[in-house]
């Protein structure tokens, strides 16, 4: 009788260990004052503190649907993939586009938002782009620039492309914001950023001094589906999150995350 | 034996393999059919769901977020402050740079003039707020005309269901007619079974039940129509072969019985076959009260005539005289060959007057017939007879009266008919 109870004991222990697995999340951050903040708040105040405190709840609230304790970590969006792919993170919270090398890297779960890309600038530098262009500057338009943006991301990887026969300088940081302090700092003429992304910063720019230029993009691998990235063959945990994120959906979680951090849904 | 003919008909096991295997290959086309529906209303259930829903979903969401720019463009004029101006156009920017809208060709297009528009609009309201006033009439057209954009584009997502749900319909009614073709199928086929099993097996073998039933010797063999089994068929002819059999089985039985009956010789009946219906007899004379006699006769100096003229002759004697007591007596009269030359008698129905008056004619005729032996000779016999009234007395008792009176009989000189002394 004694030994059915240590078995029953165990299994107990064993199973409570299996519900409240631990993870570790990698949440994205958009600026270098939010890095490294492991279980404290996100800094209200700082750049696209609204968009980190999004992802944040989310991730929590995915944890919380697949009983699962998780360990947050706040990194640089370039750290999360490779961070995810060598099994240092089980999830990434970076608005992550799908694109077959990342598909390589990573699982990917179902999609969390939909984002475009669009050009930031200042109104000066889009005035004399536009001139020296002889048309409003467009992203396929745009040669002979200096763009930030940031490392690791789709943008990046699009600007790197065409930058040789654009004449671009491709200016890759760490985080969004420290992007958009090269244009403050008039040492990048434009950014190209994740629309929520650049929303997130130049609303926040209490001195108003970037405007959108041009059209928003979602073609070349700029726009489509964001999504949570995961390491590849982990298909059980892929499963509960994206059975997570149905419920998030269903049962109107996820709109009311969004509008707690962000005017609109926009999904 | 005849060989039952089952070739030239169809077995009754080949009969119903076929209609079975008919019937499965019928209904497994119908359910095929209905397989086939079926695949088709779930494909187009999948596609409802995996396609066309998250498709109607999306629609959904772009006319939100062409609502959502109708509804910050609209902020954009009533804001009083330049800040929150420029916070509504960052909205509209950001709702027109969604990829919903900038994969909808004519959304896209909306959604740039809207934007160009509202930017515009904000840096004129930037040097003179007073100019918000005279562009907002244009405004309204082109809020009207994210208005009838937002109602087409939900028109377009909830038409996207009507296609698929018109294909299951379609296929749902399908399904209906086949499944009732199948019903009717499957009762039709029931409904021919039980007319060809009662056709075919249940009358047939009620007819060989009728007939085994009433199977009999004294009844003509029985006939059956043409049966269109070959098992039933085999049935209805082995039935005929019992018959036969029966009828030939009673003729040997009737035949063995009168031989075991019968006198060889004499062809009288023998003498326990005599005592057997002579005890049966005196019974039931004596149950209802009615009169009975019992005789016994010796043909006189029989020894005699053998040793002279030969056995020969003495079998002709004998049979010459059952055939003249044989026309003599009643149908109602027992007469046996009791033994040797001796013979007995029973006469129901009769008093011991009668049955003396009888016995006493027929001794006279027996003793004037002339015998023709087998050499050609002329001989005449007679016959000595006891009588006894066997009314009230067992069938031995009487027996042994008339041996007494027989013996009388011989004893007076022979020739003679002698009724036994009443016992009392």
């Known amino acids: ?267 | 034996m005849p060989t039952p003919n089952i070739q030239q008909r169809p077995s009754a096991g080949r009969t119903f393999a076929i209609l079975a295997g008919v019937f499965a290959l019928l209904f497994g086309a119908v359910v095929a059919l209905l397989a086939i529906t079926q695949h088709h209303v779930l494909d187009a259930a999948e596609r409802l769901q995996r396609e066309t829903v998250p498709e109607i979903i999306r629609y959904q969401r772009l006319a939100r977020n062409l609502d959502q720019l109708n509804h910050e463009g609209e902020r954009l004029f009533s804001s009083l402050s330049a800040e929150d101006r420029q916070q509504a156009l960052f909205l509209v920017m950001l709702v027109a740079s969604h990829p919903s809208i900038l994969e909808h060709p004519q959304a896209a297009a909306m959604a740039r003039d809207t934007e160009n528009y509202l930017v515009e609009t904000n840096q004129l309201a930037a040097r003179d707020p007073s100019l918000l006033r005279s562009r907002y009439p244009e405004w309204q057209r082109i809020s009207q005309r994210l208005h009838l954009l937002v109602d087409d584009i939900s028109v377009q997502g909830a038409n996207l269901a009507t296609a698929d749900l018109d294909d299951m319909a379609n296929a749902m009614r399908a399904a209906r007619v086949k499944l009732l073709g199948a019903l009717t199928l499957v009762g039709g086929f029931i409904l021919l079974l039980i007319v060809l099993l009662r056709q075919h097996l249940i009358r047939p073998l009620q007819r060989i039940d009728r007939a085994l039933s009433s199977l009999d010797v004294d009844q003509p063999a029985p006939e059956f129509p043409r049966a269109s089994l070959a098992e039933i068929h085999a049935v209805e002819e082995a039935a005929g072969r019992l018959h036969k059999a029966m009828v030939s089985n009673e003729a040997a039985r009737r035949e063995l019985e009168l031989l075991a009956n019968r006198d060889g010789l004499t062809g009288l009946i023998n003498r326990r076959h005599f005592m057997a219906n002579a005890e049966a007899e005196i019974r039931r004379s004596q149950r209802y009260g009615r009169p009975i006699v019992v005789a016994l006769g010796d043909l006189d100096s029989f020894k005699r005539l053998n040793d002279t003229y030969g056995h020969g002759a003495g079998d002709v004697v004998l049979r010459t005289f059952a055939g003249l007591l044989t026309d003599s007596v009643r149908q109602s009269d027992l007469v046996c060959r009791y033994g040797g030359e001796e013979f007995a008698f029973l006469f129901p129905e009769s008093t011991i007057d009668q049955a003396h008056i009888l016995v006493e004619r027929f001794r006279q005729r027996f003793a004037e017939h002339d015998i023709r032996l087998p050499d050609g000779l002329l001989v005449r016999v007679t016959i000595s007879i006891g009588l006894a009234d066997a009314s009230h007395c067992p069938l031995e008792i009487a027996l042994q009266r008339a041996d007494f009176a027989l013996y009388e009989a011989k004893r007076l000189g022979r020739n003679r008919v002698i009724v036994a002394a009443d016992p009392d």
């Not at chain 1, 299996?18 to 990698?26: G, H, N």
């Not at chain 1, 360990?71 to 099994?87: C, D, S, T």
């Not at chain 1, 999830?91 to 390589?104: D, I, Q, S």
């Open chain 1, 1 to 267: 009788m004694s030994r059915l109870r240590a078995i029953a004991l165990i299994a107990a222990l064993f199973s409570g260990l299996l519900q409240a697995a631990e993870l570790k999340v990698a949440v994205g951050v958009q600026d270098p004052a939010q890095v490294s903040m492991q279980g404290n708040l996100v800094p209200s105040g700082t750049p696209g503190a609204d968009l980190v405190a999004l992802n944040d709840e989310l991730a929590r609230e995915v944890c919380r649907r697949i009983n699962a304790r998780c360990a947050f970590f706040y990194v640089p969006f370039a750290e999360i993939l490779p961070g995810v792919e060598e099994r240092r993170f089980d999830l990434g919270f970076g608005n992550f586009l799908r694109a077959p090398e990342r598909e390589k890297r990573v699982a990917f779960s179902d999609p969390v938002w939909r984002s475009s890309s669009r050009l930031i600038g200042t109104p000066d530098s889009a005035r004399a782009f536009a001139d020296k262009l002889g048309q409003p500057v467009t992203l396929g338009n745009l040669r002979g620039g200096r763009v930030a943006t940031l490392e690791g991301s789709r943008q990046q990887a699009f600007l790197d492309d065409i930058a040789g026969r654009r004449e671009l300088t491709v200016l890759a940081t760490p985080t969004p914001a420290e992007a958009l302090d090269r244009l403050r700092d008039n040492r990048a003429d434009f950014a190209l950023l994740a629309i929520r992304t650049g929303y997130a910063l130049i609303r926040s720019d209490k001195a108003q001094r970037f405007v959108f230029v041009g059209p928003a993009v979602a073609d070349h691998g700029l726009g489509d589906t964001s999504h949570i990235v995961l390491p590849k063959k982990r298909n059980t945990l892929r499963r509960s999150v994206n059975r997570a994120i149905a419920e998030i959906r269903g049962d109107g979680t996820f709109n009311r995350i969004t509008h707690r951090h962000f005017p609109l849904t926009l999904d």
